[in-house]
């Protein structure tokens, strides 16, 4: 009895001693892979997800198809990766469906049901998941429904509906409520959708410049829209209205991504950013000639930047590959249309 209790103590005392260490030390990360999604030729049915290994500059075109044995489905419009729940959600915008995978690609579920048409995104917060759904298409091609539809992931049903502006876009969950953009082909459309998760009502409409795309949270927790027209929107902390308004020069790619105190988009061939600090907007001397640029985001650990052109949108489309300082790293071939990169991030041990 008193050999296993000082075995014990023992124990206790090493684990304590760990666990300080493990405090102290600084911990280094490094970006492990950067996952390339595409959409795919539309009607297809190819839309795929490949693998870049930014030490060694090797691409696997087909991590996914390697993983599950067949393509992911036709365009993939979107994706969300759920770092707390260890999912990835692709959202199928001909297929009608969200396929939810492992972070590792493989695939476990799918979200499918007859009032599921035309998805765009998804945002999830505890067992829901939020879509963005264009609805069907009258006979002049014509939106005549758009909702947001709410689904349990337990059971992967739908539970809710809200009924919205046509062509929701982007979704963001901040303080409880459903940021919704609205973004029309001709990017004719001006207004966001503020939704109240409480009782799921809309709550505000705000009044945007035309063709709000992507929604992102700057590292001071403040909230921010691209639109493509050429501005960059922060919203207020009670999401109600806007705040600050920044018009640019000209029109924007609908990509943006936040990294440490500054926001980064593509505008007219270059890379520019915006100083949250200040407001200024700065280029940082990166001119990327595209056919069609497509997309665009930072490595969050190390600054590089991505971009996708989806040239024709039949053919392997590029990405393109720059550090922080502007030194292109690499270009290669990829799928059709390059429209998403996520970044793996893991300890550098």
């Avoid at 490094?30 to 060694?56: C, L, M, R, W």
């Avoid at 090797?58 to 067949?70: A, E, M, T």
């Avoid at 921010?224 to 640019?248: E, F, H, R, Y």
Wanted: proline share 3%; net charge negative.
């Amino acid at each position: 009895m008193t050999k296993n209790y000082s075995i014990l103590i023992n124990l206790i005392v090493a684990l304590f001693i760990f666990t300080a260490c493990e405090k102290t030390e600084d911990i280094e990360l490094k970006t492990a892979g950067v996952y390339v999604y595409h959409e795919g030729a539309f009607g297809s049915n190819n839309a795929t997800i490949g693998n870049y290994d930014p030490e060694s500059y090797d691409y696997n075109p087909s991590l996914y198809r390697g993983q599950n044995s067949i393509f992911i489905g036709d365009v993939q419009q979107n994706i969300l990766v759920d770092n707390n729940n260890d999912r990835i959600y692709s959202v199928l915008n001909g297929s009608n469906s969200i396929n939810i995978m492992t972070s590792n690609l493989k695939s476990e579920a799918k979200i499918s049901f007859p009032e599921l048409d035309k998805p765009r995104d998804i945002a999830v917060v505890g067992n829901f998941a939020f879509i963005a759904n264009w609805g069907p298409y009258n006979e002049n091609y014509a939106l005549t429904n758009s909702e947001v539809l709410v689904v349990n992931l337990n059971t992967n049903e739908l539970v809710d509906r809200v009924e919205t502006q046509e062509y929701p876009e982007h979704l963001f969950i901040k303080n409880n409520k459903l940021i919704v953009s609205h973004s029309s082909f001709d990017g004719s459309i001006k207004e966001l959708s503020i939704i109240n998760l409480d009782n799921m009502q809309l709550e505000e409409s705000i009044e945007v410049p035309s063709g709000p795309q992507e929604i992102i949270e700057d590292e001071n927790g403040n909230i921010w829209v691209i639109c493509t027209s050429g501005s960059l929107v922060q919203l207020n902390a009670s999401l109600s209205g806007i705040s600050n308004q920044i018009d640019l020069d000209n029109a924007v790619l609908g990509d943006i991504d936040s990294h440490e105190d500054a926001i980064y988009f593509y505008s007219a061939n270059e890379i520019f950013y915006l100083n949250i600090s200040d407001n200024s907007i700065t280029t940082t001397g990166i001119e990327v000639e595209m056919q069609t640029p497509y997309a665009f985001a930072v490595d969050p650990v190390s600054g590089d930047f991505y971009l996708g052109d989806a040239l024709d949108f039949s053919s392997e489309g590029l990405v393109i590959r720059y550090d922080a300082e502007g030194e292109l790293l690499d270009t290669f071939q990829s799928g059709i249309a390059p429209t998403h990169f996520s970044f793996n991030i893991e300890r550098d041990r």
